[in-house]
């Protein structure tokens, strides 16, 4: 069984500042926005019709996703 590579990442100062930054944005700007507005859908009611609980998931999803990748291109 191959052992799996770390992909590595090589970056300029300015660009681990830039991931760094927008890791943060993301962490304590978009995380806790995007709970406000799963917060605000919730209270619409019924979830399985409500459009704007969807558009807050997947929006959550995004940016769980990109915090993912940025910390992970910062690691390696």
Do not use: F, P
Request: proline share 0%.
């Amino acid at each position: 069984m191959a052992a799996k590579q770390q992909q590595q990442y090589q970056l300029t100062q300015e660009g681990v500042d830039k991931l760094r930054d927008e890791l943060k944005e993301l962490k304590e700007v978009k995380r806790v926005e995007n709970l406000e507005a799963l917060k605000e859908a919730r209270a619409q009611g019924d979830l399985s019709e409500n459009a704007d609980y969807d558009a807050a998931r997947n929006e959550q999803a995004r940016i769980e996703a990109r915090i993912a990748e940025i910390e992970n291109v910062l690691k390696n």
